[in-house]
Structure formats: C-alpha cells, structure tokens
C-alpha cells in the first residue's frame, strides 16, 4: 500500500514538472545532428512525429510542455565552452535548459506541430532581429557636441513617435510593420495592437522589439518604412506608411501608398489592389524634428 501511494505522489510531480524539448525545426539541422552516435534518429520526417506524440502524451498526463529551438551550431559553441562532451543525451539536456532560459520558446497547447515549427522560428527572428539592433544603437556611441547616448536617445524618439502613430490611428485593430535597409540584411519588426472594447492591447516584447527597430533606422538614416493597417468591423480596412527620414517619419501621400502595395517589389510588376481596402495619407503626427543644429 505504501509502495502505491509512493508511486501515485510521484506521477504526480511528474504532472507537476514543467518541460522543455529542444526542436530541430528543419533538415539542415536535422543532419548536423546526425554525425553524434547518441542522436538515434535517423530521418527528420519520423523524428518530428515522435515529438508530437509526445507532446501529445505529455499534455493528456496534464504537463507543460514548451518548445526551444536546438541550434547544432550554438550547441557545439555550449559545449566547448563548457568542456561537455557534445556526443551526450546529458549534454543535449543542459543545452535545451539554457535555451528555454535565454532564448525564444513556444508553448504547446494541442495544436499540430506543424502549426508550431513557423512560430518557433518566428520567435527566434524576431529575438535575433532585436538583439541586433540593440547592439546597432548600443555601437552609436555619444553625441559629439552634447554627450547625449545616441541610441538612447534615438529609442525614446521611436517610442514617442510609435505612441503617436497609435493615438492618431482611426479605430481598430492595427498591424504595422517597420522596415530597415542596410548591410547585412534588412531588419523587418511587426506590431499587432489590438482594439479591445475600444482598448488598445499589444504584446510588449513586440513593442520593445519594433520601436528599437525604428530607433536604428532613424538614428542611422537606414532607408526604410513604416506602414501601418486598420482593421474594424463594418469599414474599409485604411493603409498609411511613411518614410523613414533622418530622425523622424516622412508621410507617404495616398497614391504612394497605392504604388507601394501595387507593385511586386522584385519584378516590378503591377499587382492588382485590393478589395474593401483604402490606400490614404497617414494623420498628422504633431511631432516637430529635432533643430538642425542638433541632430536627435
């Protein structure tokens, strides 16, 4: 009787136990993993299948479960660091718990797997794109003639600009969508506010993420935009956008606005408009740029 009731408490800590597995989201991943003897799986497909029946599992025995995306190169990078032996289920263990810390991670609530691979990997671009940029506007260093930290005060310029892009905003929910060119890759950020009983709601890790992707392109004169869309029952949804200009947001006028989203931006060809949509000039923003003396 003591054994049982031993072993009922036990299941349920293991219920209790939250969970993380590190996801191998693509074939090229998948092989790099393939040269370790302790990495038994060889085909990606089966693999894959074996995650989600155990996802499955754990969720009916009423676990949490997150996902975490296993990176072979960054593994290899954790086990030289660590003097850990990366040919170990051990060390791929300690691996996916440092990452379900640091990195981005999904939480399973039932749906198909595959509906999750391009969350995940959404996740981690986003978490990749804000580190970045942190880094472009931690590097601008102090503003000679003042002092003043430059990417500092080039986020609280995007923060301000970003309260008023939405304060300005027709009602509804808003999707919007910054864009920063420059070497190596453009930085692209999302933002969805959502209206709720006429109560803006947005994510703060994408509101982070999206205003310290504006601040790089104001702060370093990057080209690029800013577009944004309203969404609301029983209307037309509405499309602004602005350039991004030294230190601030230039308007796109409506017929602007029409090209940007009627022309395939690779071939150049025309793409017909879409339907219940109103391409318009953005609302005044109110926001006077810095002096000319004084650049930010």
């Given at each position: 009787m003591a054994y049982t009731d031993h072993r009922t408490l036990r299941r349920v800590l293991r219920r209790e136990m939250a969970g993380t597995i590190g996801?191998?989201?693509?074939e090229h991943d998948f092989r790099a993993m393939r040269r370790y003897r302790s990495f038994v799986f060889d085909d990606h497909a089966a693999y894959l299948k074996h995650v989600e029946a155990l996802l499955r599992t754990r969720a009916?025995?009423?676990s949490h479960t997150t996902l975490a995306l296993f990176d072979p190169e960054e593994y290899t990078e954790f086990c030289r660091k660590t003097g850990?032996?990366?040919?170990s289920r051990t060390s791929r263990t300690r691996f996916t718990a440092e990452i379900a810390a640091t990195g981005p991670?999904?939480?399973?609530?039932?749906?198909?797997?595959?509906?999750?691979?391009?969350?995940?990997v959404d996740e981690a671009v986003r978490r990749t794109t804000w580190e970045y940029a942190t880094t472009l506007l931690t590097r601008l260093g102090p503003c000679a003639s003042c002092g003043e930290d430059l990417g500092r005060a080039a986020f609280a310029r995007a923060s301000r600009l970003l309260t008023r892009i939405l304060d300005t905003a027709p009602p509804g929910d808003r999707h919007l969508v910054c864009s920063v060119s420059g070497p190596p890759e453009t930085l692209i950020a999302v933002l969805h506010a959502d209206d709720v009983a006429g109560r803006m709601e947005l994510d703060e890790a994408e509101a982070l993420?999206?205003?310290?992707?504006?601040a790089v392109g104001l702060a370093t004169e990057s080209p690029g935009g800013l577009v944004m869309r309203t969404s609301a029952p029983g209307t037309r949804d509405r499309i602004h956008g602005w350039r991004l200009r030294a230190h601030g947001l230039e308007p796109l006028t409506a017929g602007e606005v029409f090209d940007a989203y009627c022309t395939d931006a690779e071939s150049g060809d025309l793409i017909p408009p879409e339907s219940n949509v109103d391409y318009c000039e953005p609302p005044d923003l109110g926001e006077e740029g810095p002096g000319p003396d004084h650049h930010h």
């Open positions: 996801l191998l989201t693509d009916l025995q009423g850990l032996d990366p040919d991670t999904v939480l399973y609530e039932g749906q198909p797997l595959a509906e999750l691979l391009p969350t995940l993420e999206f205003t310290t992707v504006l």
